[in-house]
């Protein structure tokens, strides 16, 4: 690179990322094949909220010790091979991201970190967030997640490392001719469901709670020659939680008096 | 030294094998949304819910579409589309290695057909959500009869349903509450 790249201001309120020349991607394949060292990582905060860092540093503890495969964190950019963008580039800290990019020696790899890194997270639409450190680095590997786990994390070097494949994919879908969605419970009153969910609820909150009264449900409208009262009992059996057992056998009482009551 | 080593041992390994082994995950775990397209009625529910507006609702009304979307990059894996869908099409799954080398391969998108009203032949609302809602009222206990006989009024915007109840006066009672009120 003989020419320092050229930092583009951002016009009409649209950031332009910095360009990667073609010398630049073959240099970056030579340094994936050839790289005989560890790999350093500098973790550049584009305006993060700290808990992106709090996980990569989790990711080079012993329980999951990313150092074992060679990955290093380092204090400088002038020492890194990969650059690790975190945080959904703020105004005031886009500056220092890019000058943190030109004083990585080349060719780098460049890494964008957690949902904010990714598209900007739940700041995208902020007022002074560029939304997204790829709209002002060019990006090789993209990590989602808020924060990713030390293992996504892993996971991730390892494929900026060209060590692991790419998993996810694109999905796109077109709604068939006979689509039809499969109603949840067919076996069961709508009235009984309702008041198995409230109550179900009221007891473990909103999320657990339709859990519980999902497996109850199922259990309820299966038909089987078991009665329902031990197949409730082996379901319980299994789960062994006592906090379960008290929620189902009020479920139990309220489906019992409803059934009576019709 | 022999304390030390005593010590190592007794503590044993605490680096985990992953990624030469399968990482153990908690039950509970919330990781990457796993959507069933052929289970969505397209309600848009998830897209309300939805803090970092990862998953988006479009419609092209030209085209008769109404496309669902997920950006994963924006996903804060936060399950509130899974709290709030009412057929459960989307459930947050245990499968955590989300890394892409390309940002296209974050999307994921569905789209559905917009049904017409019946009355005015506008574009009303997604055709699965309004099959949806009649196999809810045959679920409730109306026959399979009586719900075909409202299948106009299911499929009736509400512009429409507004000026038919006006045309209807003779169904109209504004003092429905007095009267009820007299016979308590």
Same mark, same amino acid.
């Given at each position: 690179m003989n020419e320092p790249d050229k930092i583009i201001l951002p016009g009409n309120g649209m950031p332009q990322p910095i360009k990667q020349s073609e010398e630049f991607q073959n240099l970056k394949g030579q340094l994936l094949k050839d790289i005989r060292r560890s790999a350093y990582v500098y973790r550049v905060d584009c305006?993060?909220?700290?808990g992106c860092e709090i996980e990569i540093f989790a990711a080079i503890?012993?329980?999951?010790?990313a150092e074992r495969f060679g990955i290093k964190v380092v204090a400088s950019p002038r020492h890194a091979d990969i650059l690790l963008f975190t945080g959904a580039v703020t105004r005031a800290m886009r500056m220092p991201a890019i000058r943190s990019y030109e004083a990585a020696p080349d060719p780098k790899i460049c890494v964008s970190y957690g949902a904010c890194g990714c598209g900007?997270?739940?700041?995208?639409?902020?007022?002074c967030v560029w939304g997204g450190s790829d709209k002002i680095v060019p990006i090789d590997v993209y990590i989602p997640g808020c924060p990713p786990t030390p293992a996504a994390t892993i996971y991730g070097f390892a494929m900026a490392l060209g060590l692991l494949g790419q998993k996810l994919k694109a999905s796109s879908h077109i709604q068939g001719e006979s689509e039809r969605v499969v109603m949840r419970?067919?076996?069961?009153?709508v009235e009984l469901r309702v008041l198995i969910e409230r109550e179900a609820r009221r007891m473990a909150g909103y999320r657990m709670g339709a859990d519980i009264a999902d497996d109850f449900l199922g259990i309820l409208g299966t038909k089987s020659s078991e009665g329902l009262e031990a197949r409730i009992q082996e379901y319980l059996a299994k789960e062994s939680d006592p906090r379960l057992t008290e929620i189902v056998t009020n479920l139990c009482e309220i489906s019992t008096k409803a059934i009576a009551a019709n | 030294m022999l304390k030390l080593f005593k010590t190592i041992l007794k503590t044993g390994?605490?680096?985990?094998?992953?990624p030469f082994a399968p990482m153990p995950i908690s039950p509970g775990f919330r990781g990457k949304p796993e959507y069933k397209p052929e289970q &969505? *009625?397209? %309600?848009g529910a998830c897209a309300i819910a939805c803090p970092s507006n990862a998953l988006s609702m479009s419609a092209n009304v030209e085209a008769g579409e109404h496309t669902w979307q997920l950006f994963?990059?924006? &996903? *804060?894996? %936060?399950?509130r589309c899974e709290e709030v869908c009412p057929t459960k099409a989307i459930v947050l799954s245990q499968?955590?290695?989300?890394?892409?080398?390309?940002?296209?391969?974050l999307f994921q998108n569905a789209t559905f057909k917009i049904a017409n009203c019946?009355?005015?032949?506008k574009p009303f609302a997604p055709q699965k959500e309004i099959e949806y809602t009649a196999d809810l009222l045959k679920q409730t206990g109306m026959s399979a009869e009586a719900v075909e006989a409202c299948r106009d009024q299911l499929q009736t915007c509400a512009d429409c349903k507004r000026k038919q109840s006006m045309r209807a006066?003779?169904?109209?009672?504004?003092?429905g509450f007095m009267q009820k009120g007299n016979e308590a």
């Open positions: 305006g993060g909220c700290n503890t012993p329980i999951f010790d900007g997270g739940i700041f995208h639409d902020l007022y419970h067919p076996g069961v009153p | 390994e605490a680096t985990l094998k992953y &969505c *009625i397209a %309600c994963l990059g924006n &996903c *804060i894996f %936060c399950g499968e955590f290695e989300l890394a892409v080398g390309n940002k296209n391969d019946t009355c005015c032949e006066t003779d169904k109209v009672e504004l003092t």
